[in-house]
């Protein structure tokens, strides 16, 4: 029997690499607008126009990549070594193929930003921009198949040490191909495009040769010995991955589509949201790491069919993810001018940006429930319903109102982000709800 204490310490020991892990991957898109900031604002609205449109897409195959962690979580709860390793193969086989269909829609795709009614110097560098980051979905989406095995086998430091090693990558190739350094021609935007292709690619192949050659995966299995096409996993790996792809589509859907709202408003709007945007990143991408321990935790009690460790790890998930969220709430508000100013020197972005702020800060304690909720139900292989309620959260509710505040009742950019604080306040309540029935007929 597990008491609190070790629920949280568990909980935790779990958390702490991924969320460093996840906060050192979004440090590489908080790099790219530093350093492209100080190329100018239209290259930053730019890529914060790119960011949102391509990791809308980007996001449904590392939504798909999210389905082999409580696989292999439950299959490790089962005491069942073989099949982790048959997961991970058959996985990576339909995540590649989703890579590549992932590529190709964004290269091909990349025109049609032009339609999007933004400023047209923005929409030139986001074309080419969004065209360069293309190449880089494949080497992403195969080192978050990786990932999700081992953390699914709750080994969650290896990936943290790799990203943390990306991010000096991709600090170095920005140098070298924004500025133009070492003798290399200065591409500005596009060059944070080729570094963050050559980051990415560092990420798969760093963690496919520790995961081939390290011994304590040995037993898994984690070797290309194809022995079939398993229809059963596969079947599973869908199950979970499609509608755990859509959920993410959904969410980032909402901010991708609140970005091209907000650059109507023009460039020192759009580029405010990408500041602030980038800030409320940092706490999500930590969130993730609890959101990803209550996943494993969650997974492990679910395969040994124990309902009150299930119970006990879901809800102590959700406690400190609001504990950790409230604090960054505290933050942004103290700190609403100063964070801004690390990003660009622009006054007027700065000041908006700072209102955003307080808005973020609102709802960071709902962001955390919601990412949470999702992993602790993702656990318990329940994605179809949540699927349907970010869907409700975000694009029945999130995008109206954001529209309807911004636009009709005149707030501009804060009318969008409250309409985002209600959609996220409306997925927790009803995901949070949702864990408690489920796991009462565990």
Same mark, same amino acid.
């Given at each position: ?45 730019? =890529? ?5 449109? %391509? ?64 400023? #047209? ?8 921009? *969004? ?54 021609? !200065? ?34 299995? /984690? ?12 079947? #599973? ?5 499609? /509608? =755990? ?73 959700? %406690? ?20 801004? =100013? ?58 109206? %109102? ?5 636009? #009709? ?12 604080? *209600?959609?996220?306040?409306?997925? !927790? ?10 796991? #009462?007929?565990?």
């Amino acid at each position: 029997m597990y008491t609190y204490r070790r629920h949280l310490t568990e909980t935790f020991k779990l958390a702490l690499p991924v969320s460093i892990g996840q906060l050192s991957h979004i440090m590489m898109g908080v790099e790219d607008s530093l350093m492209v900031g100080r190329v100018g604002a239209d290259a930053l609205a730019a =890529s914060s126009l790119v960011n949102g449109l %391509v990791f809308l897409v980007v996001v449904f195959g590392l939504g798909m990549s999210l389905a082999i962690t409580p696989l292999v979580a439950i299959a490790r709860g089962r005491e069942n070594y073989y099949e982790c390793g048959i997961i991970l193969r058959q996985a990576l086989l339909v995540n590649m193929v989703v890579a590549v269909l992932l590529l190709l829609i964004v290269y091909f795709f990349a025109g049609t930003i032009g339609y999007l009614n933004q400023p #047209k110097l923005v929409t030139i560098k986001a074309i080419s921009y *969004a065209r360069i980051i293309s190449f880089s979905i494949i080497p992403f989406i195969l080192f978050q198949s990786y990932r999700q095995f081992i953390e699914g086998l709750s080994f969650t430091r290896p990936a943290m040490y790799i990203t943390i090693a990306a991010n000096i990558v991709n600090i170095l190739g920005n140098w070298i191909f924004i500025y133009g350094n070492c003798g290399v021609p !200065a591409y500005g935007l596009d060059g944070a495009g080729y570094s963050t292709f050559i980051s990415r690619s560092f990420m798969a192949i760093t963690i496919m040769i520790y995961v081939l050659s390290a011994g304590r995966y040995k037993q898994f299995d /984690p070797t290309f010995r194809f022995r079939n096409i398993n229809w059963n996993i596969i079947r #599973k790996v869908l199950s979970l991955g499609l /509608p =755990s792809g859509l959920q993410h589509f959904f969410e980032v859907g909402a901010f991708s589509f609140s970005a091209v709202m907000i650059g109507w408003l023009g460039s020192n709007a759009l580029a405010a949201h990408q500041v602030a945007l980038s800030l409320a990143s940092i706490s999500f991408m930590i969130i993730l790491g609890v959101s990803a321990a209550g996943t494993i935790r969650v997974g492990n009690a679910y395969g040994r069919q124990n309902q009150n460790e299930v119970r006990q790890s879901g809800f102590l998930a959700l %406690v400190f993810a609001a504990a950790v969220m409230a604090v960054f709430a505290i933050i942004f508000i103290l700190f609403r001018y100063q964070l801004p =100013s690390l990003f660009i020197e622009d006054q007027q972005v700065i000041s908006t940006a700072a209102t955003i702020l307080i808005v973020a800060a609102f709802f960071q304690i709902s962001d955390g429930s919601q990412a949470v909720g999702l992993g602790i139900l993702r656990g318990i292989t329940d994605v179809k319903i949540p699927m349907i309620i970010t869907f409700i959260a975000y694009w029945v509710v999130a995008l109206p %109102v954001g529209y309807i505040l911004g636009f #009709k009742a005149g707030q501009g950019v804060t009318g969008v982000w409250l309409g985002l604080l *209600a959609g996220l306040t409306t997925a !927790a309540i009803l995901l949070n709800i949702r864990f408690h029935f489920m796991t #009462k007929s565990i």
